[in-house]
């Protein structure tokens, strides 16, 4: 299964998964079931959860509703640490993530809207270089695996804090390496030297321990918080919940 799922992910377009994946997995769920693990975003238990990535990771991937660990990670921070299923807002979520769009379609609390330049699911075509959208549009912003694809991410970020209103905020997920510094080299354009470098065939940086730094760099404030180290035990087990994940929480700057 890690194999086959490790091929899938590396050599079929990320937008044609989107469509499809789902169903495949829905039937393999049977073969799951138990209840030693909660997927906290669908509420399904399951005896463990698939693996995954292209150096598939153990508990992983949720088979019902497709949440990652990171996805799991942030909607019970959603939950415990924001207004997000309470107070009216209006919401952008760029490239938006199978297992949420539904849930939060279905808040009565929120304006959801979703976007993407490429992908089935959103329903606004949009380069995050240029977000289709006035200044000071939106309450929160969610922008996860995004930055590592773009040709300009602090520019991609400029737009973000463009869009939000004073007082709003968002969250930039991003895999972060244990590197000082941000590896970039803007020459590298074949997807077989990309996948060396940078861990990916369309990643064209590698992001170190200034992201936070970098990104705030365009005037949006990114800040880092170990939300999940102040989590029992029982629940990151419960969730297989990533130990070591941050949430980069981001406000809104002048």
Not at 164 to 186: A, F, H, M, N, R
Request: hydrophobic share 40%; with cysteine; glycine share 4%.
């Amino acid at each position: 299964m890690k194999t086959i799922i490790s091929f899938v992910i590396r050599y079929i377009p990320r937008k044609y998964l989107q469509l499809v994946s789902h169903f495949f997995l829905k039937v393999l769920s049977i073969f799951y079931f138990g209840k030693k693990v909660q997927c906290n975003v669908c509420d399904k238990s399951f005896r463990k959860f698939l693996p995954y990535g292209r150096k598939a990771r153990e508990n992983a991937l949720c088979p019902n509703c497709l949440a990652l660990e990171r996805h799991r990670l942030m909607w019970l921070f959603l939950q415990n640490e924001t207004p997000f299923f309470t107070a009216k807002l209006k919401v952008l979520h760029v490239a938006p993530e199978l297992c949420f769009i539904k849930r939060m379609e279905a808040l009565p609390n929120l304006q959801y809207i979703t976007g993407d330049i490429e992908s089935p699911l959103a329903n606004v075509i949009m380069d995050i270089h240029q977000i289709p959208f006035e200044n000071n549009s939106f309450d929160v912003v969610f922008c996860n695996h995004v930055m590592e694809h773009v040709d300009d991410d602090i520019l991609a970020c400029k737009e973000i804090n463009r869009v939000l209103k004073p007082g709003g905020w968002g969250i930039i997920q991003s895999p972060v390496y244990d590197l000082e510094k941000t590896l970039e080299d803007s020459s590298i354009t074949d997807p077989v030297e990309r996948e060396q470098m940078f861990g990916q065939r369309d990643h064209v940086r590698k992001y170190g321990k200034d992201y936070a730094k970098r990104l705030s760099s365009s005037g949006l404030h990114v800040s880092e918080n170990h939300f999940v180290k102040n989590l029992d035990r029982s629940v990151i087990d419960k969730h297989a919940l990533p130990e070591n994940e941050v949430i980069f929480y981001c406000t809104k700057g002048d």
